[in-house]
């Protein structure tokens, strides 16, 4: 299977990034896939019933919150 590599950066206010992230956490929940958009195609990732979750939290000059998915 070819690569399919996603890499969004966005500003957004922090109302919206948590709409963002309720969005992506109903399609989990509801529909066990996901879907994401790149140079104007659409792709359906199959999510599996279980999955690790990782959560790191960077303090510092600048802070950072990131939160990944792996199966």
Same mark, same amino acid.
């Given at each position: 299977?070819?690569?399919?590599?996603?890499?969004?950066?966005?500003?957004? %206010?922090?109302?919206? +990034? +948590? +709409?963002k992230l309720h969005a992506l956490a109903d399609a989990? %929940?509801?529909?066990?896939?996901?879907?994401?958009?790149? /140079?104007?195609?659409?792709?359906?990732?199959?999510?599996?019933?279980?999955?690790?979750? %990782?959560?790191?939290?960077?303090?510092?000059?600048? /802070?950072?919150?990131?939160?990944?998915?792996?199966?």
């Amino acid at each position: 299977m070819d690569l399919f590599e996603l890499d969004q950066t966005q500003r957004l %206010s922090r109302e919206d +990034a +948590a +709409a963002k992230l309720h969005a992506l956490a109903d399609a989990l %929940s509801r529909h066990n896939s996901v879907e994401f958009e790149k /140079n104007g195609n659409r792709i359906t990732v199959d999510v599996p019933d279980e999955v690790e979750l %990782s959560v790191e939290i960077e303090i510092g000059d600048e /802070n950072e919150l990131e939160i990944e998915l792996r199966w």
